[in-house]
Protein backbone atom coordinates (compact mmCIF):
# COMPACT_ATOMS: atom_id res chain seq x y z
CA UNK A 1 0.00 0.00 0.00
CA UNK A 2 1.76 3.22 -0.91
CA UNK A 3 0.45 6.94 -1.31
CA UNK A 4 -2.80 5.68 -0.89
CA UNK A 5 -5.93 6.45 1.80
CA UNK A 6 -7.98 3.64 3.45
CA UNK A 7 -11.07 5.04 5.07
CA UNK A 8 -14.72 3.60 5.69
CA UNK A 9 -17.37 4.41 7.33
CA UNK A 10 -19.31 1.23 8.55
CA UNK A 11 -18.18 -0.97 11.36
CA UNK A 12 -16.34 -4.55 9.86
CA UNK A 13 -17.69 -8.02 9.43
CA UNK A 14 -14.79 -9.69 10.96
CA UNK A 15 -13.59 -9.02 14.56
CA UNK A 16 -10.06 -7.61 13.31
CA UNK A 17 -8.81 -4.63 10.92
CA UNK A 18 -11.39 -2.48 10.32
CA UNK A 19 -8.86 -0.33 7.64
CA UNK A 20 -6.43 -2.57 6.68
CA UNK A 21 -5.66 -6.85 7.66
CA UNK A 22 -2.42 -8.14 7.34
CA UNK A 23 -2.27 -11.55 6.86
CA UNK A 24 1.29 -12.22 5.62
CA UNK A 25 3.57 -9.33 4.82
CA UNK A 26 2.53 -5.77 4.44
CA UNK A 27 4.54 -2.29 3.34
CA UNK A 28 2.43 0.72 3.60
CA UNK A 29 4.43 3.86 2.92
CA UNK A 30 3.24 7.40 2.38
CA UNK A 31 -0.76 6.22 3.57
CA UNK A 32 -3.54 7.48 5.49
CA UNK A 33 -5.77 5.24 7.35
CA UNK A 34 -8.59 6.92 8.95
CA UNK A 35 -12.45 7.02 10.33
CA UNK A 36 -12.33 2.97 10.21
CA UNK A 37 -14.33 0.96 12.81
CA UNK A 38 -14.16 -2.76 13.87
CA UNK A 39 -16.82 -4.03 16.08
CA UNK A 40 -17.63 -7.30 17.34
CA UNK A 41 -20.56 -8.68 18.31
CA UNK A 42 -22.11 -12.36 18.92
CA UNK A 43 -20.08 -15.06 18.74
CA UNK A 44 -16.82 -12.54 18.53
CA UNK A 45 -16.88 -10.25 21.44
CA UNK A 46 -13.36 -9.09 20.79
CA UNK A 47 -12.39 -6.44 18.54
CA UNK A 48 -8.46 -5.85 17.14
CA UNK A 49 -7.12 -2.97 15.25
CA UNK A 50 -9.46 -0.22 13.92
CA UNK A 51 -6.76 0.82 11.70
CA UNK A 52 -4.29 -1.63 11.10
CA UNK A 53 -4.18 -5.70 12.30
CA UNK A 54 -1.10 -7.12 12.08
CA UNK A 55 -1.90 -10.77 12.39
CA UNK A 56 0.70 -13.69 14.28
CA UNK A 57 2.55 -14.63 12.23
CA UNK A 58 2.78 -11.36 9.34
CA UNK A 59 5.14 -8.67 9.03
CA UNK A 60 4.33 -5.32 8.45
CA UNK A 61 6.66 -2.43 7.27
CA UNK A 62 4.56 1.04 8.07
CA UNK A 63 6.31 4.50 7.13
CA UNK A 64 5.21 7.77 6.63
CA UNK A 65 1.80 7.29 6.81
CA UNK A 66 -0.48 8.30 9.80
CA UNK A 67 -3.41 6.45 11.10
CA UNK A 68 -5.86 8.65 12.74
CA UNK A 69 -9.80 8.48 14.03
CA UNK A 70 -10.21 4.75 13.92
CA UNK A 71 -12.21 2.35 16.51
CA UNK A 72 -12.07 -0.71 17.47
CA UNK A 73 -15.14 -2.25 20.29
CA UNK A 74 -16.15 -5.28 21.67
CA UNK A 75 -19.64 -5.54 22.29
CA UNK A 76 -21.81 -7.87 24.38
CA UNK A 77 -22.61 -11.37 23.15
CA UNK A 78 -22.88 -14.81 24.44
CA UNK A 79 -22.95 -13.98 28.12
CA UNK A 80 -18.82 -12.84 27.75
CA UNK A 81 -17.50 -9.20 28.90
CA UNK A 82 -16.43 -7.09 25.47
CA UNK A 83 -13.03 -6.26 24.95
CA UNK A 84 -11.89 -3.68 21.82
CA UNK A 85 -7.85 -3.69 21.52
CA UNK A 86 -5.53 -1.08 19.32
CA UNK A 87 -8.02 1.52 17.80
CA UNK A 88 -5.14 2.81 15.56
CA UNK A 89 -3.09 -0.30 15.07
CA UNK A 90 -2.97 -4.02 16.67
CA UNK A 91 0.47 -5.58 16.50
CA UNK A 92 -0.21 -9.28 16.63
CA UNK A 93 3.25 -10.43 14.52
CA UNK A 94 6.27 -8.26 13.77
CA UNK A 95 6.09 -4.73 13.11
CA UNK A 96 8.50 -2.02 11.85
CA UNK A 97 7.06 1.45 12.54
CA UNK A 98 8.93 4.98 10.78
CA UNK A 99 7.97 8.28 10.81
CA UNK A 100 4.51 7.41 11.26
CA UNK A 101 1.58 9.17 13.33
CA UNK A 102 -1.15 7.01 15.37
CA UNK A 103 -3.14 9.24 17.33
CA UNK A 104 -6.70 10.16 17.97
CA UNK A 105 -7.91 6.08 17.60
CA UNK A 106 -9.83 4.81 20.56
CA UNK A 107 -10.56 1.27 21.94
CA UNK A 108 -13.01 0.07 24.74
CA UNK A 109 -10.23 -1.70 26.89
CA UNK A 110 -6.82 -1.43 25.99
CA UNK A 111 -4.15 0.64 23.72
CA UNK A 112 -6.48 3.65 21.81
CA UNK A 113 -3.85 4.31 19.78
CA UNK A 114 -1.26 0.84 19.27
CA UNK A 115 -1.50 -2.26 21.05
CA UNK A 116 1.05 -5.20 20.92
CA UNK A 117 0.37 -8.63 21.93
CA UNK A 118 2.83 -10.24 24.40
CA UNK A 119 6.19 -11.81 22.83
CA UNK A 120 5.92 -9.94 19.22
CA UNK A 121 8.48 -7.84 17.99
CA UNK A 122 7.88 -4.21 17.46
CA UNK A 123 10.68 -1.43 16.31
CA UNK A 124 10.59 2.16 14.92
CA UNK A 125 11.77 5.58 15.36
CA UNK A 126 10.62 9.04 14.82
CA UNK A 127 7.14 7.71 15.21
CA UNK A 128 4.05 10.38 17.21
CA UNK A 129 1.94 7.89 19.44
CA UNK A 130 -0.81 10.53 20.84
CA UNK A 131 -1.94 8.23 23.39
CA UNK A 132 0.72 5.39 24.17
CA UNK A 133 -1.09 4.07 27.36
CA UNK A 134 -0.93 -0.02 27.84
CA UNK A 135 2.00 -0.59 25.40
CA UNK A 136 5.45 -0.47 25.88
CA UNK A 137 6.79 -0.70 22.54
CA UNK A 138 7.27 2.87 21.87
CA UNK A 139 9.10 4.97 24.97
CA UNK A 140 8.65 9.29 24.70
CA UNK A 141 11.76 10.74 23.78
CA UNK A 142 13.73 7.07 22.91
CA UNK A 143 14.86 6.49 19.48
CA UNK A 144 13.01 10.03 18.48
CA UNK A 145 9.33 8.77 19.12
CA UNK A 146 7.32 10.74 20.84
CA UNK A 147 4.37 9.18 22.75
CA UNK A 148 1.71 10.87 24.55
CA UNK A 149 -0.72 9.24 27.38
CA UNK A 150 -4.54 8.96 28.77
CA UNK A 151 -3.75 11.90 30.64
CA UNK A 152 -1.51 13.89 28.36
CA UNK A 153 -1.99 12.66 24.91
CA UNK A 154 -0.02 14.48 22.34
CA UNK A 155 -2.14 16.22 19.26
CA UNK A 156 -0.58 16.85 16.20
CA UNK A 157 -1.59 19.89 14.10
CA UNK A 158 -3.78 18.80 11.24
CA UNK A 159 -4.78 21.23 8.71
CA UNK A 160 -8.47 20.35 9.00
CA UNK A 161 -8.99 17.46 10.79
CA UNK A 162 -12.86 17.41 10.16
CA UNK A 163 -12.86 17.63 6.68
CA UNK A 164 -10.49 14.74 6.38
CA UNK A 165 -7.10 16.71 5.89
CA UNK A 166 -4.13 15.20 8.21
CA UNK A 167 -1.44 17.15 6.17
CA UNK A 168 0.53 18.62 9.19
CA UNK A 169 0.31 22.79 9.20
CA UNK A 170 4.11 24.37 9.44
Known amino acids: VADNMVRTWTASASSSGGGIYS ?9 LVHDNLVG ?3 DYVTAHG ?5 RLGSAAT ?5 IADNDA ?10 S ?5 VFNGGTLMLNNTIVEGNAASSFGPDFYRASGV ?6 NLIGDGSDQTAFVNGVS ?7 GSPIYPSFTNRGLGDYTLRD
Open 84 to 88: GYGGG
Open 40 to 42: ASG
Open 50 to 54: GGVYV
Open 62 to 66: IVNST
Open 23 to 31: EGALSMSNA
Open 144 to 150: GNKVGTN
Open 121 to 126: TTTGAN
Open 73 to 82: YGVPGSGVSP
